[in-house]
């Protein structure tokens, strides 16, 4: 089952990867782009360029699917699909132009607004992830077979290890490290980077506390560590669900191991509180 979606989009990620590195090389054009929330955001060739490879080969390959990219105006048609791609051409666009290699091409399918389906693939590193629904996640480095993923067993939040963004911490995420008595953390880019590492056991846990982050930033990433054994919710502990009108996931990412994730989310609920944040309903 998926067998045709599995390999259609590992072919299509490594095909959006290589000409990402071309430009990586090269030197790409950098622009801007206004969100519909008017925020800023950078972009750049590499972005428009794999978002042509991928959006034209899952709608060439699965013309009756929905589709929902970062780089194409979503027009809502998606909302009436029970299938629907959900696409990140290239997510971590900042360290693309930073030149440190943490950027992920991202391609997740979601029925019913479940992730059902995901691939996440680093050009930089040829690093891929994958995982269907039901038949585990797995990695396939350079001159190696697929291997298979298994998050940690760790439940002692002082034992670990947290994916943290390359960006300076903010005084909120210093709150929770103190709170939680979290004192590990590796700085890395890109959710679907951070993620795998919890699926590596590299890391252990992952929180995003703003609101910024979209579809294609969690479907693809979230069915693989699911696989792996561990768990993608919101800071509440409420499942994401990818068949809104809404793409940003208002209520912020927690993502984690599996076995400390009820932990986690009770540890956070005060630092919540304390930060005026509330469970937002999306829509």
């Not at 979209?214 to 479907?219: I, P, S, V, Y």
């Not at 693989?224 to 509440?236: H, K, N, Q, V, Y």
Request: aromatic residues 6%; charged residues 30%.
């Amino acid at each position: 089952m998926f067998e045709q979606e599995l390999e259609t989009s590992v072919s299509l990620a490594r095909r959006a990867g290589a000409a990402i590195m071309d430009l990586y090389e090269s030197g790409a054009q950098v622009g801007e782009k206004l969100a519909d929330d008017n925020y800023a955001e950078p972009v750049t060739e590499a972005d428009h360029a794999a978002n042509k490879i991928i959006v034209d080969g899952l709608s060439e390959a699965f013309p009756l699917d929905g589709l929902l990219s970062e780089e194409t105006p979503d027009d809502k048609e998606r909302l009436k699909k029970d299938r629907v791609w959900i696409i990140d051409p290239l997510d971590g666009t900042k360290g693309f132009i930073n030149r440190d290699g943490d950027f992920a091409v991202q391609i997740g399918l979601a029925e019913k607004g479940e992730p059902i389906l995901g691939v996440v693939y680093l050009p930089q590193e040829n690093i891929l992830y994958r995982a269907v629904k039901g038949r585990g996640a797995w990695m396939i480095a350079p001159d190696k077979g697929p291997k298979r993923l298994k998050a940690s067993d760790k439940t002692d939040l002082g034992q670990m290890t947290v994916a943290v963004s390359r960006d300076h911490r903010s005084e909120r995420m210093n709150q929770v490290f103190e709170t939680l008595s979290l004192k590990k953390e590796i700085q890395r880019g890109s959710v679907g980077l951070k993620v795998g590492l919890i699926t590596q056991q590299v890391c252990d846990l992952y929180l995003h506390l703003s609101p910024r982050t979209k579809f294609w930033d969690t479907c693809a990433p979230q069915i693989i560590l699911e696989e792996a054994g561990g768990r993608l919710t919101d800071l509440f502990g409420y499942p994401l669900r990818y068949d809104l009108a809404e793409v940003r996931n208002l209520n912020g990412v927690a993502a984690s191991n599996g076995v400390a994730h009820s932990k986690t989310i009770e540890a956070l609920k005060p630092l919540l509180a304390d930060f005026g944040r509330s469970r937002v309903a999306s829509s």
